[in-house]
């Protein structure tokens, strides 16, 4: 037997780990590979937020703050456990933004873009990874994406514009244009961060502030599919209705994802600005004029679909307003954005499931469309798992804040506690006041919501389950059950 030499075998060892770790990298299923760029680049940020210089007007972020606030800038929450406007300097407030921008364009989205741009060509599987993992729409991915970062920069550079002009008399010229930079990127993507301290609660008397922001969160939470078929619709409607003979041209209807969308966040806005400004009308909203009421109403009901801006205090709010804000933060905004939530087309198609069933109609039908069967159950599953997580969380986090150290509110009180888990969970970014107060084990709570809910609740399910290689191919007998 001849003996052992440790320095013939080096070369052969180090020439098998790469081949072995491209193998595994290319082996990753989309979902686990979509969670996992996430995660890294959540995990850059929170290194960035330790060893870049000057980031900091004072002290710097321990470890648990720095990965809690690269969390909920990554995954466009708005949570902060340090005041944006005073705890960073102007280039730590662009560091934030940066991770923001990322986060709310999807990192893998944002690689494939910069691919795009350096005439590279994209393979099949990274094709899979520009799209959502459990989107059932079959689109061009160069195009898709292409198209993302050209209406994510359009329309936030319009929103700044218009930002920059109301801020220009009370800020100046400079100041102006970088809290109007901020302001836009981060209502577009949902974020919720602000270079003011009390968010827009000083500008609850500017309404032309508030509406800007609200079309700002309205664009990005709408989602790029739904936003890209209904400017195609509206323009061919507007310019080409007529052929060149004068008959009427016929123009394609809008598709069924695209009606839910619009249908579900109208009468969600509607119902919530009618209910918000109703109950808060002698609240916080009481030493406001008419107009800024109305729109201050309008503004809660659109924020409070992840967003995360306030122009009121939550705190000061009636229990009914922070539980209508609950609801409003499950929703979400629609799939394909850069909001959180179980989204619209979900809630919808469970509305719609209860009333099929009412009436005793199997088949869910929109727009002359049948949904397919499959969708469905995906949905109710999908607000299943989200309702299950949400319940866990919120069990844990009231033994650790309010069971043990009591560290949330005045009192402890349950409902700023669901309040919190609702608001990371669906990345929105509203509080109570509690989120500084967080214990070290409802901050690990809270980041870990935070990511779920950013990478949605069924890819990191999918990310952590292993590949069905024993996938069942046999039907068995079947057995009801009683319901109900």
Not at 59 to 72: N, R, V
Not at 255 to 270: D, F, K, N, P, Q
Not at 395 to 419: K, N
Request: aromatic share 10%; glycine share 12%.
């Amino acid at each position: 037997m001849g003996r052992f030499d440790p320095v013939r075998r080096i070369p052969a060892t180090l020439g098998a780990a790469p081949k072995k770790l491209a193998r595994g990298w290319k082996s990753l299923a989309p979902a686990r590979l979509f969670a996992l760029a996430f995660a890294t680049l959540i995990l850059l940020g929170t290194i960035g937020f330790q060893v870049l210089p000057g980031l900091y007007a004072g002290e710097p972020m321990t470890w648990i703050d720095g990965l809690f606030t690269a969390t909920s800038a990554v995954c466009v929450t708005g949570l902060v456990v340090r005041d944006t406007a005073t705890f960073f300097t102007a280039f730590g407030q662009f560091y934030v933004l940066l991770l923001i921008q990322l986060g709310g364009l999807g990192v893998v989205t944002f690689a494939t873009w910069i691919m795009i741009a350096l005439g590279q060509r994209i393979s099949v599987r990274q094709e899979k990874l520009s799209l959502d993992p459990g989107s059932p729409f079959v689109v061009n991915p160069r195009r898709m994406v292409l198209s993302i970062v050209r209406y994510t920069l359009a329309i936030e550079a319009a929103g700044a514009v218009l930002l920059w002009l109301l801020f220009l008399p009370r800020f100046g010229p400079a100041a102006g244009a970088w809290h109007a930079v901020f302001q836009a990127v981060s209502a577009f993507c949902n974020a919720g961060f602000s270079t003011f301290g009390n968010s827009l609660v000083s500008f609850s008397a500017n309404p032309g502030v508030l509406l800007v922001i609200m079309a700002l969160i309205v664009a990005g939470g709408i989602g790029f599919l739904s936003l890209s078929e209904l400017r195609r619709h509206l323009w061919a409607r507007r310019f080409f209705a007529r052929r060149a003979d004068g008959e009427l041209r016929t123009v394609a209807p809008l598709t069924a994802h695209t009606r839910i969308v619009v249908v579900t966040s109208g009468i969600l806005v509607l119902a919530g600005w009618f209910l918000f400004t109703w109950m808060e009308w002698y609240g916080t909203l009481g030493g406001m004029s008419v107009v800024d009421r109305v729109v201050n109403g309008l503004f809660m009901s659109v924020t409070a679909r992840t967003a995360g801006f306030n122009s009121i205090d939550y705190g000061s709010a009636s229990d009914s307003s922070n539980f209508l804000t609950i609801l409003l933060m499950s929703v979400g905004g629609s799939p394909g954005s850069t909001a959180g939530g179980i989204k619209t087309t979900t809630v919808a198609l469970m509305v719609l499931v209860a009333v099929a069933r009412l009436r005793g109609v199997e088949t869910i039908n929109v727009g002359n469309r049948t949904i397919p069967q499959a969708t469905v159950q995906r949905a109710v599953g999908l607000g299943v798992l989200v309702l299950g997580v949400l319940a866990t969380s919120v069990f844990v986090m009231s033994a650790f804040e309010t069971g043990i150290t009591a560290r949330i509110g005045p009192s402890g009180r349950f409902l700023d506690v669901l309040f919190e888990a609702t608001s990371a969970l669906n990345t929105v970014g509203l509080s109570l006041g509690a989120t500084t107060d967080l214990s070290t084990a409802g901050r690990w709570i809270t980041i870990l919501l935070m990511f779920v809910g950013r990478v949605g609740p069924l890819t990191f399910v999918a990310a952590l389950s292993r590949a069905g290689t024993g996938a069942q191919k046999v039907r068995l007998a079947h057995q009801d059950v009683l319901i109900g």
